[in-house]
């Protein structure tokens, strides 16, 4: 055995120390860093080669294969190492149980539909895929087209003054969609369907279930020889998709000056299924909207023939249906504009 | 209102038919009960008793001991009550019984004597609130000891029904007209009112009434020999139940009539009217009545009066005068039963602030035919409560009424037509049905074929039915809704129409929701703190819509801008917080409204159908032609004052603000960093480019020439700073509105220290806003 040149003493060393080093690399970036150091462009390994000069002439060939077996072996480990401390990694992830599911969620820059929006939207889309229009009429009205179109006389008690409020111009701010009917029928003469939703005002004090100013839908229908059967019919159908549930409903006498029969329509009680609780006040049912006939006399300001043209009309409640839907317990917060209620919807 | 189930069955068989049960379809019939009551239950072992003797109590001087006679054997009770006295026949509670309250009456001892035993109270028994003596039971004549659901009226059921649900049926408004829809929805026979009287003619009544349009009918009669007394029994416990305080035998007496028949009356003591002769007139201007509250009342020249010889002793319809009231020792009565005109009364009720049971009925436009009725029944009453009170004149009327002499209203329809507009068919509801129930409802039918000849009776003809839909209804509600077929309207497919400013506003509010904004509905009124605390007002004193009738001195104005009540809900933010960021320095948020302002300038909306303000003469006699009556005055009052809406823009309105440091000790001389100002602006910009871009429109550009100013600062500018507030210009070169930051003299009175940029634009002008056209990238 002939004596082994330094070199070769001291790059079967550098092996050791390498894979001592690699074995020791307790991180991915640790390992990228010995990486870089033993075999980048500016490594150690690399740097062996700039020895050749100083190496005897006919040990060169063997200096130069003992360090590219070095790089190759270092590189080896390496990959080795990295697998490893990746297994250990992505099962250190799986196991880990660290995140608090209860803590609180990082803010995100969302804006809200304001509920009423987002309810009157449903009701739209509902009708119009019924083929109902959906129209909008202005909410300083004439004295005209909300009562005398709609068959209240001047005597009428909802004309007085506690229940409108009067603009100095001698006009009104309409105290009910109904303005819109006849508007309507001039509009688009008959047969039509239309949907009018919009802001309403009532001349009266305010609380919990009371405001000067809320949100209705009107309905109409006008067509031939509209009936009963035909409201009920209607009513259930639009009353279920707007509830979004199979609803149970009933007609009872109510008086509209501009209905002929006039009625107030009941759905079933949903939290007792009619066996009567206190969210229905026991009765079983709950009373939802005022419908009925169109009266003749409206379908005569409309320009309309009462002889060949009847209709259906409704008043839905858009902000009772909003608290309806999202148990909200006060309608002076639809219109309050408080951010820390608006930011839930 | 009230209805006695009990007394409701003197009128009508109700055998058989439990009342809790028959409340829904009492509901669906005819009107909404809210609540159904029971009264009077629970007191079968309560006894009669009859006051044998009194004396002191001997260690209590506000008790005494009371002898009772329970028929065959006497007990002494001690007894608390300060009108015992020997003779009254009071109800006796026997020692271990329950009242309906839950207490038990003890076989104990009061302040050491025994006491085996009670006097009730009408509280004790749970038949009402009185509790200031014992329950007299006059006018109760079996004997004592018999138990008291024997002796008296008691064990009745209330329908409390929903006023509301029959101001339109002035029939519903007395027990007979609500007995009579009960007889129909159980087919039976109403029975008719005992109203024979024997009448006198020693003391003639006249009566003049100078006004007949406000006193359709007026009857009155005169009764002497009449003592004050209690009422008996039986009628001061109804009035109890029917909410009503039951004050003496006479008041009663027209109390209970009134609730009986819908008419109400009034008793004057016969002493205090000079003359015998009653005028009916307008009040002269100036002229004044005390009434019975007594009330000096100023009377105006549309009010009705009562007057004798020499002037007004009665408010019509609504309160008699304090002079001709009943008192004590009132002997003799002149009784009025009359009808007055639905609209003077309720004029001159509002005004004066004296809403009654009487003028509330009166109100509802009565039936002139029920004031005979109703004077018959308080006579009748009146002589059966006191034999020996005498009529001692004629019936008087206001002249020759009789109900024929009124033109009967006749509705001319078909059977085929009522029940078309139901929806049913002959099969289901027959020609004999349709004739029997509204001949049941008391309408008389003539038939021919299927021609029908419907005359409506008086009671049901002063405003409640008119037409054939009318008796669509009566036969609907009968015949049961429930019991129509539903069916699906045969309609015409065709695509609706949505007009395309609404199609934008909601393309406009999902945009800006998703760009981070949250949506504001709000008052269209100004809200005058929020202007007068932040130095808002119109420039040049441009005018804004005025309320006539405010609900609140806040509340006088509508809106001409958004932003004011925009701004001030973004204000309210930075102090509450918004959507669980707390309230603190460097709480930005943005908020945004799609709604109408107001601007006091000629519409091209005129308020009226077209044919109203273009018509021809021709088109406008058609487009009249079927119309009558108040309908057909309406129309022509409208039309000769026509006056066009004022412009009713819908506006987009936009804020972002953001809350300052500081201002802590109270100071809010706190100046935004110009960066933040900046960074408000950008957020703006950022939010309308993006809205742009969503509705695929030409891009807005901002032009530095200052915002119109739409509202006014303290110093004459624009609340909106005009040297960082520009102009929103179109790609067509049209102002459509502004982007600015606060005027900072605005900006300092904001609540908290905070810096604002606003935007407002016309929902209209950007829909004129172009589509963009696409390009290569
Ligand atoms: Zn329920």
């Keep these: 055995m002939s004596e082994l040149p330094d070199w070769q003493i001291e790059i079967d060393a550098g092996a050791g120390r390498w894979q001592a080093e690699v074995n020791a690399a307790e991180s991915l970036e640790a390992l990228r860093s010995l990486e870089v150091q033993a075999l980048g462009k500016q490594g150690e390994i690399p740097a062996l080669m700039k020895r050749i000069p100083q190496i005897l002439p006919q040990d060169r060939k063997g200096f130069g294969q003992a360090v590219n077996a070095l790089q190759a ?23 880990d149980t660290s995140f608090d599911p209860t803590q609180a969620a990082l803010p995100l820059r969302v804006g809200h539909p304001h509920p009423l929006s987002t309810v009157q939207a449903d009701i739209e889309a509902i009708f119009t895929s019924m083929g109902f229009h959906v129209l909008d009429y202005p909410e300083i009205e004439s004295e005209f087209d909300n009562f005398e179109a709609l068959n209240i006389p001047g005597w009428h008690p909802a004309r ?34 239309a949907i009018f939703p919009g802001k309403v005002f ?17 309905g109409l229908m006008i067509d031939r020889k509209v009936t009963v059967g035909h409201l009920l019919d209607s009513m259930r159908t639009l009353l279920s998709a707007i509830l979004q549930r199979e609803v149970e409903i009933r007609l009872r006498p109510g008086y509209f000056p501009f209905v002929e029969p006039g009625f107030e329509l009941d759905i079933r009680c949903q939290v007792c299924a009619g066996a009567g609780c206190s969210a229905c006040k026991r009765r079983g049912w709950l009373e939802l909207l005022p419908c009925g006939l169109v009266h003749p006399n409206v379908l005569r300001a409309g320009g309309l023939d009462p002889d060949e043209w009847q209709g259906w009309a409704f008043g839905l409640g858009l902000s009772r249906l909003v608290m309806m839907r999202y148990g909200v317990p006060d309608v002076r917060l639809l219109m309050g504009g408080d951010l820390r209620f608006l930011s839930q919807f | 209102m009230l209805v006695s189930w009990r007394w409701l069955s003197q009128f009508v068989d109700t055998q058989g038919v439990d009342p809790l049960q028959f409340a829904e379809k009492f509901t669906t019939t005819v009107a909404e009960i809210d609540d159904v009551v029971q009264w009077g239950f629970g007191l079968r072992d309560v006894l009669v008793a009859d006051v044998l003797a009194m004396a002191p109590h001997p260690n209590a001087d506000k008790l005494r001991l009371a002898t009772v006679d329970l028929g065959g054997r006497t007990v002494q009770v001690v007894c608390g009550a300060p009108d015992l006295r020997v003779g009254l026949r009071v109800p006796f509670v026997p020692p271990g019984v329950t009242l309906p309250s839950g207490i038990t009456v003890r076989d104990g001892e009061v302040r050491g004597v025994a006491s085996p035993g009670m006097l009730a109270s009408e509280k004790d028994l749970g038949l009402s609130d009185e509790n200031a003596g014992l329950l007299s039971l006059d006018g109760c004549t079996a004997p004592a000891g018999t138990p008291l659901h024997l002796a008296i009226e008691l064990e009745d059921v209330l329908y409390d029904v929903d006023n509301k649900a029959i101001t339109h049926r002035p029939d519903l408004w007395g027990l007979y007209g609500v007995a009579r829809e009960v007889a129909a929805m159980l087919d039976k026979p109403l029975r008719p009112f005992d109203l024979e009287l024997k009448l006198g003619t020693a003391m ?28 008996p029994v039986n009628a001061r416990l109804l009035l109890r139940r029917l909410g009503t305080r039951p004050i003496s035998n006479l008041v009663d007496a027209t109390n209970l009539v009134m609730l009986e028949t819908g008419n109400p009356l009034h008793a004057f003591d016969a002493r205090s009217l000079r003359g015998n002769a009653i005028t009916v007139r307008r009040a002269h201007a100036h002229e004044t009545l005390t009434t019975l509250d007594g009330q000096l009342r100023q009377l105006q020249a549309h009010d009705c009066v009562i007057c004798d010889a020499e002037g007004p002793i009665a408010l019509a319809g609504i309160m008699g005068g304090a002079d001709s009231e009943i008192r004590p020792d009132t002997t003799e009565v002149v009784l009025e039963a009359a009808n007055f005109d639905a609209p003077t009364i309720r004029r001159t009720a509002m005004r004066l602030g004296m809403r009654s049971e009487s003028s509330a009925r009166f109100e509802k436009a009565l039936d002139p ?107 609907g509600r009968h015949y049961g809704y429930d019991n129509i077929r539903s069916e699906a309207p045969k309609v015409a497919a065709r695509p609706p129409h949505t007009p395309p400013l609404k199609l934008l506003e909601r393309q406009v509010r999902n945009t800006l929701v998703h ?49 004011p009540n925009l701004l001030a809900v973004a204000e309210k933010g930075l102090v509450q917080g918004d ?134 600062a303290p110093d004459g500018q624009p609340s909106w700073r005009s040297k960082l507030g520009f102009d929103l210009v179109t790609s067509t070169g049209e102002t459509i509105g502004f982007v600015a930051a606060l005027h900072p003299r605005v900006r300092i009175e904001l609540d908290q220290p905070a810096q604002a940029v606003v935007a407002e634009l016309d929902l209209r002008a950007l829909e004129r806003v172009p589509l963009f056209k696409r390009v290569n990238p």
């Design chain 2, 579 to 712: 959507d669980g960021q707390p309230a603190r320095k460097g709480l930005n948020i943005g908020v945004f409204e799609i709604g109408r302002v107001f601007v006091p300038e000629k519409s091209d909306d005129p308020g009226l159908p077209p044919v109203l303000v273009n018509g021809t003469e021709a088109e406008v006699a058609a487009y009249t032609a079927g119309m009558e009556g108040e309908m057909l005055r309406g129309v022509l009052d409208a039309r000769a004052g026509t006056k066009p809406l004022p412009l009713q823009p819908i506006r987009l309105g936009l804020v972002f603000a953001e809350r300052l440091g500081g201002g802590a000790e109270g100071s809010k001389l706190v100046f935004p960093a110009p960066e933040v100002t900046h960074r408000l602006l950008q957020q703006m910009i950022a939010a309308l480019s993006h809205l742009m871009k969503w509705l695929g429109r030409d891009a807005l550009t901002l032009q530095a020439t200052g915002p119109e100013a739409s509202l006014g």
């Design chain 1, 202 to 218: 009532r001349y009266e004090s305010t609380d919990a279930s009371h405001e000067h100013t809320f949100h209705q839908v009107e």
């Design chain 2, 204 to 231: 003639p009544l006249a009566i003049r009434v100078d006004a007949p349009e406000a006193c359709p009918r007026y009857t009155c009669a005169r009764l002497t020999n009449v003592a004050v007394a209690p009422a």
């Design chain 2, 369 to 475: 035919v029920m004031a005979e009725v109703a004077a018959r029944r308080f006579l009748k009453l009146c002589q059966a409560w006191q034999p020996q009170a005498q009529i001692v004149s004629q019936l008087a009327d206001m002249g020759p009424f009789t109900a024929e002499a009124k033109p009967l209203s006749i509705i001319r329809t078909t059977g085929t037509y009522l029940r078309e507009r139901l929806g049913v068919t002959v099969a289901e509801l027959s020609d004999a049905w349709l004739d029997a129930c509204l001949t049941q409802l008391e309408f008389a039918v003539a038939r021919s074929g299927d021609a029908l000849a419907v005359t409506i009776p008086s009671f049901r003809a002063t405003k409640d039915i008119k037409i054939a839909e009318d008796l669509v209804e009566e036969l």
């Design chain 1, 160 to 193: 007085e003054m506690q229940d409108t409020f009067w603009l100095e111009s001698g006009h009104l701010l309409r105290t009910h969609t109904s303005s819109g009917q006849v508007r309507a029928m001039h509009e688009f003469k008959a047969p039509f369907r």
């Design chain 2, 515 to 563: 760009a981070g904004l949250t949506e504001q509905v709000l008052y269209g009124f100004d809200d005058e703190d929020t202007r007068k605390r932040l130095l808002l007002s119109e420039p040049d004193g441009a005018p804004r819509v005025a309320v006539r009738n405010p609900i609140s001195s806040q509340h006088t104005h509508m809106r001409r801008n958004l932003l």
């Design chain 1, 73 to 95: 072996t270092v590189a080896a480990a390496i990959e080795v190492r990295r697998q490893a401390l990746v297994e250990t990694l992505i099962a250190a992830e799986l196991n």
